[in-house]
């Protein structure tokens, strides 16, 4: 049968007659790379499937919380149960408790942790906190870097906002923009100076450890001890955005894998098991700023919503007893990542595959990639002819260049063999352009 997507350009006309562009977040809407997004219809393992009958790979994953795959077993059994409960009550529960534990058990730097219901709610409030502890107003935010769609951090911001051409949103007020400052990431010697400078009006550096919203990009060597020693020199708080990176590169996300103690961390993703969450967390000292505990006002009707937390938790117990499930995943990855790069080559090109843990990333750019700029100067449009030829076959990316690519427990040396194999044919594709 001809791939068609005949039913979702139906279903994505008509959401557009009653939903902004027809999504309820940006990048969705294949804006970047053009054409009709398919309209999911179910999802199980390592596979989504849309209404026009397509069966994918996915490496999507809902943008990073899938981590054990679509519909695991287990975590459906206890979300069933927990429905059967009552999904509700805005009064305290054991399972907030059990997850918050489990989380700072796991992550070392965070004593406490405050449950809300997503990354951007997550960094929003950190910041006010940030700010409310240093009693200093600048936040440093690096260039393509994505924390979320509240006005502090939509300043050169990456993600959809890149990926839509939009980094600095119209309606965020110069006010409150001019309180946010940007440098580049791996830059140490800029930040270095941007301290230098102003260090005295700077309550904290957010940073994604691992940036996974410009494409993925990796911190160069030692680059990270020396965020944390500047921010430590000018008692600035160092605060990690983990939202993408927690539990996905290592258990105890990137702050394990880089030995480095943030002060500050934000998570969600994975720690909801699929369900929407978020979280910040750390030092007790300031976490106890936080009401009630403290005056820094922060709340929410459906924090720490019971079906989040039963989520979040069976997924972070199965991560956490399952034999090498870290282990495997990321030899898989490196496994699809050799195979995608052999094949690329086969067609003449030496493109840039990154790898962080389970978390993987393409450039269609034969120079080094580290910052936003080098990001920038990637072949969008090689991207969107790959994109394209493979979804065709089965298999499905997130659609643009400046996103990473999410592997599950899930996938099969099956799904990996499909993937490297459609992969020669896109890259044949995209030498014929
Ligand atoms: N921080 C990071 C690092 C993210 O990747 C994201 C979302 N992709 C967010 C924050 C915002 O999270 P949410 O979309 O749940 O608001």
């Known amino acids: 049968m001809a791939f068609s997507l005949n039913k979702s350009a139906t279903a994505f006309k008509e959401a557009k007659q009653y939903i902004p562009g027809g999504v309820n977040s940006p990048v969705r809407s294949f804006r970047g790379v053009g054409g009709t997004p398919p309209f999911i219809a179910k999802a199980s393992g390592s596979r989504v499937y849309d209404i026009d009958g397509n069966e994918y790979i996915d490496y999507v994953g809902s943008w990073g919380p899938m981590i054990l795959g679509h519909a695991h077993p287990e975590v459906t059994a206890e979300l069933r149960e927990a429905i059967e409960r009552g999904t509700s009550y805005g009064a305290p529960t054991l399972i907030e408790t059990e997850l918050a534990r489990l989380i700072t058990e796991v992550v070392p730097s965070i004593e406490l942790v405050r449950f809300v219901n997503s990354g951007t709610e997550a960094t929003m409030s950190v910041l006010r906190l940030a700010r409310a502890y240093t009693k200093r107003n600048k936040i440093v935010k690096f260039a393509g870097c994505y924390h979320g769609h509240h006005d502090s951090l939509l300043v050169k911001a990456g993600s959809g906002a890149t990926t839509l051409g939009v980094p600095d949103s119209p309606g965020v007020p110069e006010a409150i923009a001019s309180n946010t400052l940007t440098v580049d990431y791996n830059d140490a010697e800029g930040l270095s100076h941007l301290f230098a400078k102003q260090g005295e009006e700077i309550a904290a550096v957010i940073i994604e450890p691992v940036p996974g919203n410009m494409g993925l990009v990796l911190p160069k060597p030692g680059y990270l001890e020396k965020v944390r020693a500047i921010t430590e020199h000018y008692g600035a708080l160092l605060i990690f955005d983990e939202v993408m990176s927690g539990f996905r590169v290592a258990f105890g996300g990137a702050q394990e894998v880089y030995n480095i103690s943030p002060d500050l961390t934000c998570l969600g993703k994975v720690i909801g098991g699929g369900l929407p969450v978020g979280a910040y967390g750390g030092r007790k000292d300031i976490m106890e700023l936080i009401a009630p505990a403290g005056p820094v006002y922060q709340a929410g009707t459906l924090s720490g919503n019971p079906l989040a937390m039963t989520a979040g ?77 493979m979804l065709e076959q089965g298999i499905y990316f997130a659609p643009s260049q400046f996103e990473a690519a999410f592997m599950s427990g899930a996938h099969t040396q099956e799904d990996i063999e499909a993937t490297i194999a459609a992969s020669g044919n896109a890259f044949k594709k995209v030498a014929e352009y």
């Open 313 to 389: 938790l069976a997924t972070l117990r199965l991560l956490a007893h399952t034999d090498g499930f870290y282990e495997k995943i990321t030899a898989n990855t490196s496994a699809l990542c050799a195979g995608m790069r052999a094949k690329a080559k086969e067609c003449g090109f030496n493109f840039r595959f990154h790898q962080a843990g389970s978390l993987f990333g393409l450039f269609f750019n034969e120079q080094a990639v580290y910052d936003y700029n080098s990001a920038k100067r990637s072949d969008v449009t090689a991207f969107n002819i790959y994109f394209h030829a």
